[in-house]
């Protein structure tokens, strides 16, 4: 298993590195050494069945989300809100910020790519067309670039031990239809998660807006880590 700092993104060794020359067919990407092989052929199976998908996003960590975190903070950055609308991030009091920003980005430490078992995926012949992917619910319905891909998924992922814990908005992070996770390692990975190590880490960080974050934090935790939709 994972060693509490692995499972805030602050420590790498439970990864392998993907690089271009691998069986992944040109993907370049990190993830936890044992979803490697159920990836691949999950990846491979799109393949033979016409609807590739490509790894747009995988691990990231502590430092990657706190950045991605700050600038949507600290910079005019367009949020997307729950209901489909945006607004520009310093239109917001701090407060609301945070609310706003954690519809679809999670806190580092809490982020489940920290654990390289979480994969946000896309139709590739899409991309190789020239699409500019968005990740939005709308490219997944039936008419949307990933409607075909989001169909062979419902009837796919379970068989290679891949589910998606935000297939319905649970009220905590927003729906994402394109967010997959490896089943095995990563429901152990939630249950063992180290709050404590995460509110240090994070007391010690540069994280925009924490003195509205730490003292919700465990209440934060519980609707924006634990509550995900099951397999």
Request: proline letters at 5%; glycine letters at 6%; hydrophobic letters at 35%.
């Amino acid at each position: 298993m994972m060693t509490p700092e692995q499972l805030l993104g602050l420590e790498q060794s439970h990864l392998l590195s993907i690089e271009d020359n691998t069986e992944l067919l040109g993907q370049k990407f990190q993830c936890h050494h044992e979803a490697l092989v159920p990836l691949a052929k999950l990846i491979r199976q799109s393949e033979i069945d016409g609807i590739p998908l490509r790894v747009v996003s995988s691990y990231r960590s502590f430092d990657n989300q706190l950045a991605i975190w700050n600038k949507k903070f600290h910079q005019e950055v367009e949020l997307n809100l729950r209901d489909g609308s945006k607004v520009n991030s310093q239109d917001l009091l701090p407060e609301e910020r945070v609310k706003a920003i954690l519809n679809y980005s999670a806190l580092p430490g809490t982020s489940r790519h920290h654990w390289g078992t979480d994969f946000d995926i896309f139709d590739a012949c899409s991309i190789d067309q020239g699409y500019h992917v968005k990740l939005m619910e709308q490219e997944f319905e039936p008419n949307g670039p990933c409607g075909n891909l989001h169909a062979w998924l419902e009837d796919n992922l379970k068989e290679y031990d891949f589910f998606k814990p935000y297939a319905e908005d649970m009220g905590g992070i927003a729906c994402e239809p394109w967010h997959i996770s490896f089943a095995p390692i990563s429901k152990a990975a939630l249950q063992e998660f180290p709050f404590e190590l995460l509110r240090t880490t994070l007391e010690n960080s540069t994280l925009g807006g924490k003195e509205f974050i730490l003292p919700k934090l465990e209440s934060i935790v519980h609707k924006y880590v634990k509550r995900i939709c099951q397999e």
